[in-house]
């Protein structure tokens, strides 16, 4: 799904009215029954809503979906600012059906103060939309904050009033803490970071019908990957293959003490389809590897650190997860890049090794994926001020460099050389532990030697990861979900992929 900026987000809604042909008022009851709808629907134990409306169209939301809920049976308080009854064109039509109503009663944001917010209500927010020109301030700031302190499900439509779509808000900002943000069509750019993004809760996308004409031939670089994305991506295994048809993988890493990260991405990339899979490693996680990965073959890199890279052909290489940064294993990981063209995976200690000195990043062939964390991007790459900026690092880096930076976090970004952005949302905060990033290196590398492209493999592996973590957190909880269960949940994953991806009769 592309993510659009709230000024083409404004040109997709003129081109939805004027081309379908329906008329903006129209468009907005569109927008707000589907929000009732996903309302009544999922909050059967509430019987009380309140509805704080603002003055534009986020504000005439707000009053169709207040008036949908009350015909739906439900108790409907709407707070609005009574000193400034002034309204956007599509607001005053709502605003006004509203009016008619008896049952609703219109309060004034000042009675928040007084008003019982008992276990029945709840707070629905249609303050500020994407018309948000400036921080909110005065009464607004008031009543955000208010709400905020009150225990209530909150649901924001749109957008959390007081975020800025496309770009950071400062850091004292008020913003609207939400539970659930209703959105209409996209994703938001801010949704994604974590500065802005731990505000809405769980996002909602409502299709709201706006042109897909205009959609298509409109350009964007920020996708979100979507089960669209992914149905596109992934392919069913041939019936006639054999071992080699899907590729070689050899993960390099581990150090004594740190046998378990290489166990991790080998076991995950066996895990991801790998045809022939090679483990890499110091002799002293001999045993340990055969042992809980056998079906991986072992090939001796040196004694207690890895002091040699052997360079095989056809091959996709794997480097970085619990490598350790020695002196010894610096120098085979510069001996092997020095000889090696073909794009690999860098992750971990490798990453670490070749932010030791600059002229080492040039040896990273092109079209290489690396896998850093923000610490391990900042080595690289240096600091930044926030989330956006390290983004926009990012392109720079990956156009400059010619590599996929895949920049892991909550919304794990995907960054192409062409400055393309796939923000993941498949994952949880259960993969916040040691370990969880390996998993991904061995599950990339196995896709890569499968001969899906880089940017595929890239993309599919963050999909993959993330949601064979939700499938864990579901079974097992975020708190105890430990890497081998991501890795174990990998074959359902697949399971739900070849069922999508096959012919039902
Ligand atoms: N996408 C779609 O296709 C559809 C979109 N729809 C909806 O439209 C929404 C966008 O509506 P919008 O453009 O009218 O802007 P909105 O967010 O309501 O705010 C503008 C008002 O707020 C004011 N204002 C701004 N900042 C302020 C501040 N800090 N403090 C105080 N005031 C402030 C601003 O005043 P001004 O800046 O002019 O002083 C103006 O009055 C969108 O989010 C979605 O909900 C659906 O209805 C239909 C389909
Ligand atoms: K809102």
């Given at each position: 799904m592309k993510v659009f900026t709230v000024e083409n987000i404004r040109l997709a809604d003129q081109y939805t009215i004027k081309n379908e042909p329906v008329s903006s008022v129209q468009l907005m009851e569109r927008a707000a029954l589907n929000c009732a709808e996903w309302i009544y629907s999922n909050c059967?134990?509430?019987?009380k809503f309140a509805v704080f409306c603002g003055n534009g169209n986020n504000g005439g939301d707000g009053f169709a979906i207040a008036r949908m809920l009350y015909l739906k049976g439900f108790d409907i308080d709407v707070f609005i600012n009574k000193d400034h009854l002034k309204f956007s064109d599509d607001a005053l039509v709502n605003y006004k059906k509203l009016k008619d109503i008896s049952g609703i009663s219109l309060k004034d944001f000042h009675e928040i103060e007084r008003y019982?917010?008992?276990?029945k209500t709840i707070i629905i927010d249609?303050?500020?939309?994407?018309?948000?020109?400036r921080n909110p301030e005065g009464i607004f700031k008031k009543v955000i904050e208010i709400l905020n302190s009150k225990v209530n499900p909150k649901i924001s439509i749109d957008i959390p009033s007081g975020m800025f779509a496309d770009q950071i808000n400062n850091e004292n900002a008020t913003i609207f803490k939400a539970d659930y943000t209703l959105t209409f069509q996209f994703w938001k750019r801010a949704f994604l970071h974590p500065e802005t993004g731990s505000f809405t809760g769980k996002v909602v996308v409502l299709d709201i019908n706006l042109s897909q004409e205009f959609i298509e031939n409109t350009s964007s670089n920020d996708f979100v990957i979507d089960d669209e994305v992914i149905k596109n991506i992934f392919k069913i295994r041939q019936d006639f293959a054999h071992k080699g048809t899907y590729g070689k993988s050899i993960i390099v890493g581990g150090s004594y003490g740190k046998i378990g990260a290489i166990m991790l991405a080998t076991k995950s990339a066996l895990k991801a389809g790998s045809g022939l899979t090679f483990v890499l490693a110091p002799n002293c996680g001999y045993e340990i590897l055969q042992t809980n990965a056998p079906e991986a073959m072992f090939m001796n890199g040196g004694e207690k650190n890895i002091n040699q890279i052997e360079e095989q052909e056809n091959t996709v290489y794997g480097i970085g997860p619990g490598l350790g940064t020695e002196k010894e294993t610096e120098k085979a990981l510069v001996k092997f890049l020095e000889n090696h063209q073909s794009p690999l995976i860098l992750d971990a200690d490798a990453l670490n090794i070749i932010s030791?000195?600059?002229?080492?990043?040039?040896?990273?062939?092109?079209k290489s994926i690396i896998t850093p964390h923000p610490k391990e991007f900042e080595r690289l790459f240096g600091k930044t001020e926030n989330s956006f900026d390290r983004l926009d690092l990012a392109k720079t880096k990956a156009k400059d460099l010619g590599i996929y930076i895949v920049l892991k976090d909550h919304h794990t970004q995907v960054i192409t050389p062409s400055g393309n952005v796939f923000y993941n949302i498949t994952g949880n905060s259960g993969l916040a532990k040691g370990g969880s990033g390996d998993i991904l290196t061995g599950i990339i590398t196995s896709l890569l030697a499968q001969k899906y492209s880089e940017e595929e493999a890239a993309v599919l592996g963050v999909w993959l990861h993330g949601k064979a973590a939700d499938f864990a957190a579901e079974k097992y909880s975020k708190e105890a979900m430990q890497p081998t269960d991501v890795i174990n949940e990998l074959g359902n994953v697949f399971l739900d992929l070849n069922k999508k991806a096959t012919t039902q009769l």
């Open positions: 059967k134990n509430h019987t019982n917010f008992d276990e249609a303050l500020f939309g994407t018309g948000l020109s030791k000195d600059n002229n080492y990043m040039k040896l990273i062939p092109k």
